[in-house]
């Protein structure tokens, strides 16, 4: 069963404008862990920001914060006052117990920031 | 802070070659892991190492194998490569257990001819 799902295959935001990046996950486990990733053109995968399933307060990390709703299952990332080098690819990932506890992708969105 | 080192950034090998690739995860993390993206896809887990033992082994073909040395470096080892194995490995680390984030190395760019 598919474990994270981004819908959004590719999006376009305005430089200095906010975007969210969709994420819902599927999981069983009581206690677990929400994960942004970003991988720009050259390559490199650079943790964002995580969210647990317990913490009460949504993450927040400089410009990028979470809207974690546990009901609905869904992780979004939030990228406010965009700029030229947001554009990349961004994962939403988690570690299901059943999967070992290794890290699961989701099939990512690209962002592309537009000046 | 100390970040995943991996080595080479990018290596060009012809088919049936062998090729090793090789990780220095973070100090003090207790897991390493080996990743393979292929072209816009997401990455695929290889292989897991938790203090210095396999823990996992996902997709990694049988011509391949991996293994963490006493000062904790990873290598990848690659052999009969095939072009299909062009892709981006990556190797990351983590502490702890599945709340706990995985860093990642730049990862290594194969291309086999």
């Known amino acids: 069963a598919q474990k994270i799902t981004q819908t959004q295959p590719g999006m376009f935001v305005q430089e200095k404008e906010a975007v969210t990046l969709d994420c819902t996950y599927d999981t069983s486990d009581q206690s677990y862990g929400l994960f942004w990733y970003k991988q720009p053109s050259s390559g490199e995968m650079i943790f964002l920001i995580y969210?647990?399933?317990?913490?009460?307060q949504n993450a927040t990390e400089g410009r990028y914060s979470l809207n974690f709703q546990k009901a609905r299952k869904s992780a979004n990332l939030v990228i406010s006052a965009s700029q030229l080098g947001d554009s990349a690819m961004y994962f939403c990932?988690?570690?299901?117990?059943?999967?070992?506890?290794?890290?699961?992708f989701g099939a990512g969105t690209i962002l592309r920031v537009k000046s | 802070a100390a970040g995943v080192i991996q080595s080479p950034r990018h290596l060009i090998k012809e088919k049936r070659e062998t090729a090793t690739l090789k990780c220095y995860p973070i100090?003090?993390?207790?897991?390493v892991y080996w990743y393979q993206q292929g072209p816009g896809q997401d990455p695929q887990f290889l292989i897991s190492f938790y203090e210095k033992m396999q823990s996992d082994k996902g997709s990694i073909p049988d011509r391949f194998s991996a293994q963490q040395f006493s000062d904790y470096h990873s290598e990848l080892n690659m052999s009969s490569l095939e072009l299909g194995d062009s892709a981006l490995y990556f190797c990351?680390?983590?502490?702890?257990?599945?709340?706990?984030?995985?860093?990642f190395g730049n990862g290594t760019r194969l291309t086999v001819t």
């Open positions: 990932a988690t570690r299901p117990m059943e999967y070992g506890n290794k890290l699961v």
């Open positions: 990351a680390s983590s502490l702890g257990g599945g709340t706990s984030p995985l860093h």
């Open positions: 969210q647990g399933s317990y913490d009460e």
């Open positions: 100090p003090r993390h207790d897991t």
